[in-house]
């Protein structure tokens, strides 16, 4: 008998051994369907949260520098008070880098504060302002839905016209085009003169889709008079972001008269340090995952080994027959191995049917994503846990003399 003969014949036996113990079987798989739940609203979490965070941070840049008084991963209290030594960013310093700087591609100061946004009924309490020039469509990486965005003329004569957010524009002016229109920020009128394209991701909870763009002269005089810029520094392309790095620190260092030896008052940040970050927490989270999932599926493994030794004592006597009249080892090690697999994988499968609907509200709370790559692993790893848990059953009952095996009652 060739192997996959054998194996159809494994796969028979099995199934009736399953169908004749049908209450058994399915306690049995309690155990894998909680271990498989777990794994699969895990996967789901972890892939929909990298998602969106790979979403959110690709809108920061990766070819984009952020020169800011305070570095981003601060770690400690100490490093805190030193950053509060800084000088603040000014805009001053944002214009002798367009004039110096030879790596860049774009240069773009930006300020920030929160104001009240109106336009007729309609409006928010409290929407992100930003301050900048006409180069921060390219350092933002933003793309315009509709109308365009600030021109150079109107950045440094400093007009009343904005840029919004997809988000804010459909609050503001639901199912009609806000471009044109006067919209109220801070008590001050604002010509909108373009909508952004939704970015989506972490940017819901407040960023570019909520937010409301206004030339840099503008912003100093309706919304914030001294603010503590940040300067975004956009390079020619990837590979050279290490040298438009050193050239920025370089030219911002001649500026600030800072002496040789001395380290910087100013912090260049770039979208490394979050990634880095964020890897670091979410490999944490996995591990953690894994060892609750781990735990669970041991728990459900050990109920399968215990089943598969009472299967093999009930089934001795049927053992013996088989090996008398022929059977091989490996003949009755595949039999009990694929009843093992088969017990785990309708667990797996009764655990999918389960945790789609619990994905679908998780979705509410958290971005979560059940792929198919997902489905796979937590089949594979319930065919998995039925292999090893049933092997040592299977070991057993192929190991069995035939004779000893015939005389058991």
């Known amino acids: 008998m060739n192997f996959f003969a054998e194996l159809r014949e494994g796969l028979l036996i099995s199934w009736s051994a399953i169908r004749a113990n049908k209450l058994r079987s399915v306690l049995t798989t309690l155990g894998i369907v909680i271990g498989v739940v777990t794994v699969t609203l895990m ?7 990298n998602a969106s965070f790979m979403n959110s941070i690709s809108s920061i840049g990766a070819d984009v520098l952020y020169v800011s ?9 100490q490093e805190w008070l030193n950053a509060l030594k800084n000088p603040r960013i000014t805009l001053e310093e944002a214009e002798f880098l367009q004039r110096q700087m030879n790596s860049a591609l774009a240069i773009a100061p930006v300020a920030q504060d929160d104001a009240a946004v109106k336009f007729n009924k309609h409006g928010t309490s409290s929407a992100p302002v930003i301050g900048t020039t006409e180069q921060y469509l390219l ?3 933003l793309t315009i839905n509709d109308g365009r965005f600030l021109s150079a003329s109107e ?3 400093g007009r009343p016209v904005c840029v919004v957010g997809a988000d804010l524009a459909t609050n503001l002016c639901p199912g009609e085009t806000l471009v044109g229109q006067t919209i109220y920020a801070n008590n001050h009128n604002f010509t909108v003169v373009g909508v ?10 407040g960023g570019a889709d909520n937010e409301i763009i206004v030339p840099i002269q503008q912003f100093t005089r309706s919304f914030w008079s001294n603010p503590d810029y940040t300067i975004q520094v956009k390079s020619q392309n990837l590979d050279a972001l290490g040298d438009t790095k050193e050239e920025l620190r370089a030219v911002l260092r001649r500026h600030r ?9 100013f912090a260049i940040n770039q979208q490394d340090q979050f990634l880095e970050l964020f890897h670091k927490v979410a490999g944490t989270i996995e591990g953690i995952g894994l060892f609750i999932t781990g735990l669970s599926l041991f728990v459900g493994g050990i109920g399968i080994m215990n089943i598969m030794f009472v299967s093999v004592a009930e089934r001795t006597r049927e053992i013996g027959v088989r090996k008398a009249i022929g059977a091989k080892k490996r003949t009755i090690l595949l039999q009990f191995l694929i009843e093992a697999a088969c017990i785990c994988l309708i667990g797996g499968m009764i655990a ?3 945790a789609w609907p619990l994905t679908l509200l998780l979705k509410k709370a958290m971005p979560a994503v059940l792929s198919p790559t997902i489905v796979g692993i937590a089949l594979l790893v319930s ?3 039925g292999l090893l848990s049933g092997f040592f059953p299977a070991w057993r009952a192929a190991r069995m003399n035939p004779v000893d095996a015939l005389r058991n009652e």
């Open 43 to 49: 996967g789901t979490a972890i892939a929909g949260l």
């Open 69 to 77: 008084r305070f570095n981003w991963l601060i770690q400690s209290r």
């Open 139 to 141: 350092t933002a990486g």
């Open 155 to 157: 950045c440094e004569g």
């Open 196 to 205: 952004l394209e939704k970015q989506g991701g972490f940017a819901e909870s």
């Open 257 to 265: 008269h800072i002496a040789p030896g001395d380290p910087d008052n």
């Open 352 to 354: 999918l049917m389960i």
């Open 383 to 385: 065919a998995l846990t």
